[in-house]
């Protein structure tokens, strides 16, 4: 490692930066918290390529990159312009955007949402309502288990808090959008979200993560949540930072009785990505979707990890990732399905699929099954294959270009995913994104 | 002339397939090609649409006074050839109406003309569908996914209608159809048909020529033709399945 022993290790000494300027709030029990994860963290450091959940994943240049806290005056200006195109205004008028981890009151809008209906910057919510957040919030992503949970809870401050009461639809989408702009040096966000949605509810809430510039930083998210009894949520992960950065995130859901939790989860950016979803299905008759599409190309790195505990009999999962990879890139797909002695009737499908475009492009692939209960149906499969020269023929036999014919035959890899997304205006967005991203049946640097 | 083939030869991973195919054919006449199974059927077919796995090492194609064999696939369809596959590729996630619409544009901008429009297209597919039989909700369909076998053929003269070749090359369409789905695809071909195009049917059967009446039967094997006549050659085969002319053959070699 490169660090210099006499430095302090560089999220130590952000901490000290971070804890001055809560002014009271390092009295509160949750600074106590922040400080036994930061503990966790300064005891266990990162975790190497020798332990099995990373092991195709180096994390080792992140603890090395001196990344510092961000300035708040730095994040003030940002081009109106430039962002009009993620600001989703023509699907949604409730958006929250914050700018290198600082929320921002301009960019943000929020109308037409029920009182009772709470979407809100997390660090706000702290300081005035912490009544209403705290008995939810790092309940479900345990520290102790993640060395980027007991990071991003080190620096829990900003981020979003949804709290959506019983017997609600909400109709438009909540949306949220994580913006990383160049400051001139390396920096790191911990952006913390907790969703807790009521009984016979139902939600759509889109994330959003994306860099502009090119220079290194790391975006570090954790996100909690929570479905009460038959709640549904569609949840929208879409991760297009910029080509330097690193991205490691933690997504944990906790499901009651008859609740749906639908996940799409897609990864674009970063040079190294990391994605962890976890949900328990902790009450009969819960189901999840978690579906996700990744593409990489160059050098870049993405690693998704899995967890669907299946805990109460009669849950259902069905799970679908898809990978397009060019160049020298890598993915790691890791799904594990654990079906716990109590969970009879248990149905599970997984499956992961992935397109080489290139000779060098590298993926591991790893279903993990472990099954306890006896009356169950659990099915996996994981494919690497590459672009169907037999389609590609028959288009061009039809009169189109060699060149559009594989763009078209990656684009329907890729639909297979995007095709699930539900919300019309997003799923045209997110084709959009694919195709634009396609150059001749490569992927191309937009 | 549409079509002149001289002396081809063409082989696959390095086996010779094709051993020197003479061909002529001529606008508004109607061609059928038979043979064994491995006479090389195929790969006379697929060669003439620009399969780049299919090596071409000797002979020439011309087509419409133009090279073939120098054309990519593309410009081969543009200008008017049509691969009926034996085969049709099942593309997931390829939504039929896009592919019909990219393809009909594809070949519309190479002769000059301007893509049709959304309204316009979906007219002319209700039209096209109706001359075989599909359902509209087809067109929803991603491209040959799940479909059966009679869907999947009926879906090549489809496309057939939309492009409206010059020379229409279908390979082995009849194969695996039951008498009604042979019907409504001979009927197809048979509508599509006038003195401007042509038609090359490759078949292992004489049953196709029954509803698909060919100018010209040729007999391949063994990558040559071996005999050519009138229609009367193909009953002449089915009477006597192709032992005798394998005899004829193997005799004189």
Request: with cysteine.
């Amino acid at each position: 490692m490169s660090v210099n022993i006499k430095e302090k290790i560089w999220y130590l000494a952000n901490f000290e930066v971070f804890e001055k300027k809560l002014n009271g709030g390092a009295r509160t029990p949750l600074h106590q918290l922040r400080k036994a994860a930061l503990q966790h963290v300064k005891k266990n450091g990162f975790p190497s390529i020798r332990e099995e959940e990373w092991r195709f994943t180096n994390v080792s240049s992140i603890e090395s990159t001196n990344f510092k806290p961000v300035d708040k005056k730095e994040q003030e200006e940002i081009d109106r312009n430039t962002l009009q195109e993620y600001l989703f205004e023509d699907l949604t008028p409730n958006r929250l955007v914050f700018v290198n981890g600082r929320f921002s009151s301009q960019l943000s809008s929020l109308s037409g949402l029920a009182k009772n209906i709470k979407f809100e910057n997390l660090a706000l919510e702290l300081k005035n309502n912490p009544d209403v957040l705290l008995p939810y919030l790092a309940k479900q992503a345990d520290y102790k288990k993640h060395a980027f949970i007991a990071l991003n809870t080190a620096f829990l401050s900003e981020g979003t808090f949804i709290y959506i009461p019983n017997n609600i639809i909400v109709d438009a989408p909540l949306y949220i959008l994580y913006i990383s702009r160049d400051v001139g040096e390396s920096f790191v966000t911990h952006p913390r979200n907790l969703y807790v949605v009521g009984s016979n509810t139902q939600v759509k809430i889109i994330e959003n993560y994306v860099g502009f510039g090119e220079e290194k930083y790391f975006t570090n998210p954790v996100s909690e949540i929570i479905l009460n009894e038959n709640a549904i949520v569609d949840h929208y992960k879409i991760q297009q930072e910029n080509k330097s950065a690193y991205h490691i995130a933690v997504t944990q859901v906790h499901q009651k009785k008859d609740s749906n939790y639908r996940s799409n989860s897609f990864s674009f950016g970063s040079v190294l990505a990391r994605n962890d979803l976890n949900t328990v299905l902790d009450g009969e008759g819960a189901e999840c979707t978690l579906n996700g599409l990744y593409m990489a190309n160059g050098k870049q790195h993405v690693d998704n990890h899995t967890l669907i505990d299946h805990a109460k009999p009669h849950c259902n999962s069905h799970e679908l990732y898809k990978g397009i990879l060019d160049d020298r890139a890598r993915a790691v797909f890791s799904g594990k399905i654990y079906v716990r002695p109590d969970a009879q009737k248990t149905d599970a499908i997984q499956s992961n699929q992935n397109m080489l475009l290139s000779d060098d492009a590298i993926v591991d692939t790893k279903p993990q099954l472990e099954i306890f209960a006896d009356d169950v149906r659990c099915t996996h499969g994981g494919t690497v294959g590459q672009l169907d020269d037999e389609g590609v023929f028959y288009l061009r036999s039809r009169g189109i270009s060699k060149q559009y014919a594989r763009n078209i035959m990656v684009q329907a890899f890729a639909g297979q995913v995007t095709h699930k997304i539900k919300l019309e205006g997003l799923r045209e967005k997110m084709e959009g994104l694919v195709f634009s991203r396609l150059r001749d049946g490569h992927l191309s640097d937009k | 002339m549409m079509l002149e083939i001289k002396n081809l030869h063409a082989s696959v991973e390095g086996t010779e397939i094709l051993k020197g195919i003479d061909l002529k054919v001529n606008a508004g006449e109607v061609h059928a090609i038979m043979g064994p199974n491995g006479s090389g059927k195929s790969t006379l077919a697929h060669v003439l649409a620009g399969r780049e796995e299919y090596k071409v090492t000797k002979g020439s194609v011309i087509y419409e006074g133009k090279d073939l064999l120098k054309m990519t696939p593309e410009d081969r369809a543009r200008e008017g050839v049509f691969l009926a596959f034996q085969y049709p590729v099942e593309i997931p996630g390829v939504n039929s109406a896009y592919f019909l619409r990219t393809a009909l544009n594809a070949v519309r901008q190479y002769n000059g003309l301007d893509d049709i429009s959304a309204f316009e297209f979906l007219k002319l597919a209700r039209e096209k569908m109706k001359l075989i039989d599909m359902d509209e909700s087809f067109l929803k369909r991603s491209v040959n996914e799940g479909f059966s076998g009679g869907e999947k053929k009926r879906n090549e003269i489809l496309q057939m209608a939309f492009l409206e070749p010059k020379l229409a090359i279908l390979d082995e369409t009849d194969s695996g159809l039951d008498i009604d789905a042979l019907k409504i695809v001979a009927h197809g071909v048979n509508r599509l048909r006038n003195k401007n195009n042509a038609v090359i049917a490759v078949t292992h059967y004489q049953r196709l020529l029954n509803y698909i009446v060919p100018d010209y039967v040729h007999v391949l094997y063994k990558g040559r033709i071996v005999k050519s006549g009138g229609k009367e050659l193909a009953l002449e085969l089915e009477e006597q399945g192709y032992d005798s002319i394998k005899n004829d053959v193997e005799k004189k070699s």
